[in-house]
T-cell receptor, first 113, second 112 residues
Framework: GESVGLHLPTLSVQEGDNSIINCAYS??????FIWYKQESGKGPQFIID?????DKRQGQRVTVLLNKTVKHLSLQIAATQPGDSAVYFC????????????FGTGTRLKVLA | DVKVTQSSRYLVKRTGEKVFLECVQD?????MFWYRQDPGLGLRLIYF???????EKGDIPEGYSVSREKKERFSLILESASTNQTSMYLC???????????FGQGTRLTVV
């Protein structure tokens, strides 16, 4: 199986509860942020993004919050389901650079039935 | 749907072999990337390309090279594979600017 999550921080959440996954980013010049979900044996999948001129963006069951003052990003998942179990990564990018993405180390979300 | 396709899911190669990992995207993206993913280290950028025949080193380029002869294809080359290159390799592509990167399914390479 996929071993990418062996040393990751883990968040365990009861099915139906809300999940909050946090990420601290490094570059104060970053102006674009993305959350990815990675299931075992698969590549990362895009969940939601946010630009630095916003502090909140909502999708279907997901909300991303951005606090530029403390360089912090969070992903909130409402009514967490078993299919949400995965590793979640944040990524940052700067349009003043070469559009490279810098990824966090990830958080494993475990949904308890 | 955007598709980023990596040529192999699993590869086993011997130390010293030259290894080619291929990636193709079908959305006319300008940018393409190669990352490796290791437990506890997240995704680390090896190389990226922002146009045909253009490339830039990422954070860990040593032991690797890349080729982008056509816009849709980005190849990662391990000149002489070593056991410390055993890893999951992920290819991605994007339009650039304020847009997300799309990933392939990954290639798990084992060097023995």
């Amino acid at each position: 199986g996929e071993s990418v999550g062996l040393h990751l921080p883990t968040l365990s959440v009861q099915e139906g509860d809300n999940s909050i996954i946090n990420c601290a980013y490094s570059n104060s010049a970053s102006d674009y942020f993305i959350w990815y979900k990675q299931e075992s044996g698969k590549g990362p999948q895009f969940i939601i993004d946010i630009r630095s001129n916003m502090d909140k963006r909502q999708g279907q069951r997901v909300t991303v919050l951005l606090n530029k003052t403390v360089k912090h990003l969070s992903l909130q998942i409402a009514a967490t389901q078993p299919g949400d179990s995965a590793v979640y990564f944040c990524a940052e990018s700067s349009t003043s650079g070469t559009y490279k993405y810098i990824f966090g180390t990830g958080t494993r979300l475990k949904v308890l039935a | 749907d955007v598709k980023v396709t990596q040529s192999s899911r699993y590869l086993v190669k011997r130390t010293g072999e030259k290894v080619f990992l291929e990636c193709v995207q079908d959305m006319d993206h300008e940018n393409m990337f190669w990352y490796r993913q290791d437990p506890g280290l997240g995704l680390r950028l090896i190389y990226f390309s922002y146009d045909v025949k253009m490339k830039e080193k990422g954070d860990i380029p040593e032991g690797y090279s890349v080729s982008r002869e056509k816009k849709e294809r980005f190849s990662l080359i391990l000149e002489s594979a070593s056991t410390n290159q055993t890893s999951m390799y992920l290819c991605a592509s994007s339009f650039g600017g304020l847009t997300e990167a799309f990933f392939g399914q990954g290639t798990r390479l084992t060097v023995v």
